[in-house]
């Protein structure tokens, strides 16, 4: 049985900082790309950053480029969102998801077959 398990989200102040986890289990972590997503009440979920099985290459959403940082450890089957510069418009439940080698690193959603259950950031001005 596959998991995603966030971690790290809490209240933070506008250019605070944040560092969430997701800790995978139940299939080999590195044979999956890995994604992070975010809704914010009242408002479709959105892409924020993806990588590849290796690490080597990543994606980002406009809104989060040069502020988050995605990266992952396949030793310790865990995905990464570093998060700098935080504004109250980053205020969401942040998910992470798996998807197969087979597609293309993708920020749409339907590529990815696994979510988790999400972690919410607050930020607060």
């Known amino acids: 049985q596959v998991q995603l398990v966030e971690s790290g989200g809490g209240l933070v102040q506008a250019g605070d900082s944040l560092r969430l986890s997701c800790a995978a289990s139940g299939r080999t972590f590195s044979n999956y790309h890995m994604a992070w997503f975010r809704q914010a009440p009242g408002k479709e979920r959105e892409f924020v950053a993806a990588i590849n099985w290796s690490g080597d290459n990543t994606i980002y959403a406009d809104s989060v480029k040069g502020r988050f940082t995605i990266s992952r450890d396949n030793a310790k089957n865990t995905v990464y969102l570093q998060m700098n510069s935080l504004k109250t418009e980053d205020t969401a439940n942040y998910y992470c998801?798996?998807?197969?080698?087979?597609?293309?690193?993708?920020?749409?959603?339907?590529?990815?077959?696994?979510w988790g259950q999400g972690t919410q950031v607050t930020v607060s001005s």
């Open positions: 998801a798996s998807g197969p080698l087979r597609y293309r690193l993708s920020g749409s959603g339907i590529r990815y077959d696994y």
